[in-house]
């Protein structure tokens, strides 16, 4: 029998392979954050855990190489366009109405299929042992994206604009919805070279700063908070047309929500190596 898992795992692998070679081969226009914003909070993540988080991690996922963790990042993204996984185009957002405050389950998610209640359920997926390795494998892929998705603000916006998506931008000759602006745009054109970027994301973090093993399932609830301030405050351009001065201010908000998602990321997985993530919360998801 355990050969006989074995070999199921190992066909498993082979087709996950299959899929990375089509990720790396799939234009970056693809993806919500883009395919390199995802791959820079798995990179920043990995470099954000300690030595026996890391190893736990690759005993899942097999390898935390760059080319393996923008597969991993962005791997929802590519199945969600399969028919099969059309179910899962709401795992990637959560949307508030107008004037809400907050985040509420009941009213913005009550069937827990949003971003919010998603990480909160593959996390808790991650932490249970007695699931297969493609499956534990499957859920970091999904925890990683999602907690990407999450920082960024329009993932977290009003629902009556459906995250400005129904808003059209000018941005260097070109129209683009607001969503995608945030989602790939300004990244696309500002920092082209996404394993540079990481570093530079990755070399502005204090070196010593320590990344905390104490996180609940809760937590997720304040992040989706802390993203839909940001819709309120700072997302919405005054003008249609995009200016200078907006553009750098964004990127540098891009850029800090992409680093603490990161940092975010890698405080889940430490919590769930040492045991912190509560396996009996899956609640209905």
């Known amino acids: ?87 899962s185009r709401p795992f990637h957002y959560v949307n508030l109405p107008r004037n809400a405050g907050s985040y509420q389950r009941e009213r913005d998610c009550h069937d827990g299929r949003c971003v919010t209640e998603k990480i909160k359920y593959f996390a808790a997926r991650l932490a249970q042992e007695q699931l297969s390795i493609v499956e534990r494998s499957k859920a970091f892929n999904w925890l990683c994206h999602l907690t990407g998705d999450l920082h960024q603000p329009l993932h977290a916006g009003f629902s009556d604009d459906r995250g400005g998506n129904t808003i059209t931008v000018n941005y260097h000759q070109d129209q683009v919805r607001l969503h995608q602006l945030w989602d790939r745009a300004i990244i696309t054109k500002l920092k082209p070279n996404w394993q540079r970027f990481a570093w530079e994301l990755s070399s502005s973090i204090p070196s010593k700063q320590a990344v905390s093993s104490q996180w609940n399932l809760s937590a997720v609830d304040e992040w989706t908070n802390d993203s839909h301030q940001l819709v309120v405050g ?28 990161g940092l975010r990321l890698a405080k889940i997985l430490q919590a769930i190596r040492t045991g912190q993530v509560n396996r009996d919360s899956l609640r209905n998801n």
């Open 1 to 87: 029998m355990a050969c006989s898992n074995l070999l199921i795992t190992s066909k498993q692998r082979l087709l996950l392979t299959a899929a990375t070679i089509l990720t790396l081969s799939l234009p970056t226009h693809s993806f919500a954050w883009g395919a390199d914003g995802h791959a820079v909070v798995g990179k920043i993540a990995i470099e954000s855990i300690d030595t026996e988080t890391r190893e736990w991690l690759e005993e899942i996922i097999l390898s935390t190489s760059p080319s393996s963790l923008r597969f991993a990042c962005n791997w929802p993204d590519i199945v969600r366009e399969l028919p099969q996984y059309d179910y």
């Open 234 to 261: 700072k997302v919405y351009p005054e003008k249609l047309t995009i200016s200078t001065r907006y553009e750098q201010q964004s990127l540098k908000l891009i850029e800090k929500q992409l680093k603490l998602a």
